[in-house]
């Protein structure tokens, strides 16, 4: 089996894995960062969703081998004590519900803050479209956002 080597959360790790093995199994089954979900597989719930090199992306449409050489974080690597300010303000708007969508959510929203640190409700709107939340906590998920544009 071919290895890959990712930069993850700032650190380094050699992996052994088919070529097509998505980002999403490495994560969650190679390395036990399991806060990032699956969800759909196919790139149409944003519960899966990382940073690869400061940007939002699905991992599960992303192959491991596409991501050698990329930084990716993720949930776990946000930030050290989790106060990273999206996720300060996900708990004053006491944001998730079931949470299983909710690691998704953040590292969209937080992707979004960082190349628009203060979006339009047009801008959340447009950029969050794309993570489904089934317990409905959209309301409370854009809400954060604008707290979070103000931490
Ligand atoms: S699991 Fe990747 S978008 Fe749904
Ligand atoms: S909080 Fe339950 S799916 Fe979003």
Not at 126 to 146: D, L
Request: with cysteine.
């Amino acid at each position: 089996m071919p290895t890959f080597n990712l930069k993850i959360n700032n650190e380094n790790h050699t992996v052994e894995a088919d070529m097509d093995t998505s980002l999403l199994w490495v994560l969650r089954d190679t390395l036990g960062l399991v806060g990032t979900k699956y969800g759909c597989g196919i790139g149409q719930c944003g519960a899966c969703t990382v940073h690869v090199d400061g940007n939002a992306m699905r991992s599960c449409l992303l192959q491991v081998s596409q991501a050698s050489g990329m930084e990716i974080t993720t949930i776990e690597g946000l930030s050290k004590e989790g106060d990273h300010p999206v996720q300060q303000a996900w708990l004053e708007h006491d944001v998730p519900q079931c949470g299983y969508c909710q690691a998704g959510q953040i590292m969209t929203a937080a992707a979004l803050l960082k190349n628009n640190p203060n979006p339009s409700d047009k801008d959340i709107e447009g950029a969050m479209n794309g993570n489904i939340c089934r317990c409905g906590t959209y309301v409370r998920i854009k809400e954060a956002i604008k707290t979070a544009s103000k931490l």
